[in-house]
């Protein structure tokens, strides 16, 4: 792998996801492949999950590690021929460059500006660093993609299932804050890669972009689209159409442990309890956010273990 932007730099998903599982059972085993060679981190927003499961893949394979506040950094400039006599003290073009001295590996976390649909499609951060840099690129959740996040969510769902084709919804869920769409593109992208059957659910209003969803059936009914679900995963996302808003809802779209019935609840986390889920289900059994968020681990890792044994030829 020469790099991992979204869940198309993984060759074959299925192997990925069961070389992962195998990960779980030794770690350790791979710390010759990460001897001298160093993850430098950037980090433009917080993260709690993605920055200590990140860390912790990386030291499994042996690597050094690097953690970097940007915001407590120089104010980066991106843009082209800019005449930089405002806030910005360094442009990408040198800071890649730079950071690309001291690391092997770069990971970056970027989110969208929830703002400028345009700008925020084009992944300006990521892709400036992937155009400067001269190391290999890790998306640690950019403006439009999560995808070290979609791959912990699919090996929870292999570990966890017991049909060989179950049922997965993702549910929309309100939120008082305008999120990004991210996590749930790069869930229904991975989803899309799997062998079950898979729909999605939220409110008219927030569909996620047609590029995304394809031909994934789409239900405005939550209670109807919940029914008979082996797994469902709760997001909140703004509107991709009206961008970044936060368009009022009537019907009460928040899980709830009656329409989880017998299904699994996944979650991403951070999760606002009884707003986008009641108590009863995350803390019930049925809830797997805990064993998703131990995954993230092993997705870091089986990404940063292919990256290196890339280096290596
Ligand atoms: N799920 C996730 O990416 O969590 P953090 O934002 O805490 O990294």
Redesign the pocket.
């Known amino acids: 792998m020469k790099q991992y932007t979204t869940i198309y730099d993984i060759e074959n998903i299925s192997n990925a996801i069961q070389e992962a599982i195998a990960l779980k059972e030794n770690p350790f085993a791979h710390t010759h492949l990460g001897n001298n060679k160093t993850l430098v981190m950037l980090f433009f927003n917080?993260?709690?999950?993605?920055?200590l499961s990140t860390e912790k893949a990386a030291k499994n394979l042996g690597m050094n590690v690097m953690i970097l506040n940007v915001n407590d950094a120089w104010n980066l400039e991106f843009e082209e021929g800019v005449i930089m006599n405002l806030n910005a003290s360094e442009h990408v073009k040198e800071a890649a460059q730079v950071i690309s001295q001291y690391a092997d590996i770069i990971a970056i976390r970027a989110f969208p500006s929830l703002q400028d649909k345009e700008k925020d499609i084009s992944e300006w951060i990521l892709n400036s660093f992937i155009n400067y840099a001269s190391v290999p690129i890790v998306n640690m959740?950019s403006a439009t993609m999560?995808p070290l996040?979609a791959l912990a969510d699919a090996i929870t769902i292999e570990e966890l299932k017991i049909k060989s084709k179950p049922k997965v919804v993702l549910s929309w869920a309100p939120h008082p804050k305008a999120l990004p769409q991210a996590?749930a593109n790069s869930f229904v992208t991975m989803m899309q890669e799997l062998d079950i059957n898979f729909s999605i659910t939220h409110p008219r209003g927030y569909e996620l972009s047609e590029d995304i969803t394809k031909n994934v059936p789409i239900n405005y009914n939550q209670e109807e689209a919940l029914q008979n679900a082996d797994f469902v995963y709760v997001k909140n996302w703004s509107s991709y159409t009206d961008y970044g808003k936060v368009s009022p809802v009537e019907e009460d779209w928040m899980l709830t442990k009656k329409k989880l019935n017998t299904g699994k609840f996944m979650h991403?986390?951070?999760v606002r309890r009884n707003v986008i889920v009641e108590d009863a289900v995350l803390d019930s059994e049925n809830s797997v956010v805990i064993q998703q968020a131990h995954n993230?681990v092993f997705s870091a890792q089986i990404v940063l273990k292919k990256i290196l044994e890339n280096l290596q030829t």
Not at 46 to 51: C, D, F, I, P, Y
């Open positions: 917080a993260s709690l999950r993605t920055r959740e999560h996040q996590v991403c986390l951070p993230r």
